[in-house]
């Protein structure tokens, strides 16, 4: 399969983008550890609460993913440890256990800080490998972030392209968000979750699955000077936001290393967005109020959700 993963880059202009992103200095030494998230004030929130007009709710996750598979090597574990179908006194009880290795490509889960590092460095500067240890880590963990309410912006690239969806090694660049903007009548601001569908789940349901950790259409490296300078506080997708394969050489996911370790944005893996796109093109908008709880995870990397859109 041919890929348009965009313009190539070197590892040095890599690293040159890396240092000119980093936003470390833009926040007190306080409220470093919760990076972009900063932008989301109380009167974003606010705001992001007027987006809700009609009372339509719609989840974004994946079902729990047991189904060992191409792009689910680490199946996530449910079973019963208790059934109600013995003499016991009333009432009976019902019980069960779920597990999850859950970065990678299966299930719908937020990336914390502390997950990606870049030449050994997380975001604000802090040496990854003296702050992760075997039971966890000392900086930037999901439980720091805590819960997260703002406005919630879709980018629907295969809407915008009139596609079903974008062929996998596909990049989205810069101006496709500024043609989306203009199509579809919003401007990604300050304390925004964008999201980004390119139709990944309407694919794997109709064309079969397919190994994502090597060709997924995700963003190019291009566009995070925007994000950037739109104050953009988290960024999801369909996939995993990467173009794979990456077009930097040497770097495995780009759109990881710019937005945790230099500006601080946590991720959204694995959402899936199909109803979301027809919730928005129902309601002909494509903002909504965008809700967000991560699992209290003291020392975690970050944690499976369910993050839900209202209209």
Known sequence: MSVANGPKLTFAEFEKIFNE??????FSAENLERGSLNYITSEVVIQAAKQVQTGRVVRMSLSWNTASAIDNPSPALHYMTEIGDKETPEPTCNKDFIG??????A?????????????????????????????????GTVDKLGAIVTRGVLLDAARLKGLDWIEPGTAIMAQDILDAEAKFGFKISKGDAVLLRSG????????????????????HVEVMQLLKERKVSVIGADGDSDVR?????????????LALPALGIPLLDNLHLEKLGLACEQENRWTFQFVLAPLNIPGGTGSPVDPIAVF
């Open 21 to 26: 992103t980093k936003n470390w200095s833009e």
């Open 100 to 105: 999850v290795d859950f970065h990678g490509k």
């Open 107 to 139: 299930v719908s889960h937020f990336d914390a800080f502390t997950h990606i590092a870049f030449k050994d460095t997380l975001y604000g500067g802090k040496i990854s490998s003296q702050v992760v240890h075997s039971y966890g880590s000392d900086w």
């Open 200 to 219: 990944h789940f309407n694919k794997r349901e109709k064309d079969g699955f397919w190994d994502p950790h090597n060709l997924s259409a995700g963003f």
């Open 245 to 257: 394969p990456s077009p930097v050489e040497g770097v495995g996911s780009p759109i990881h290393v």
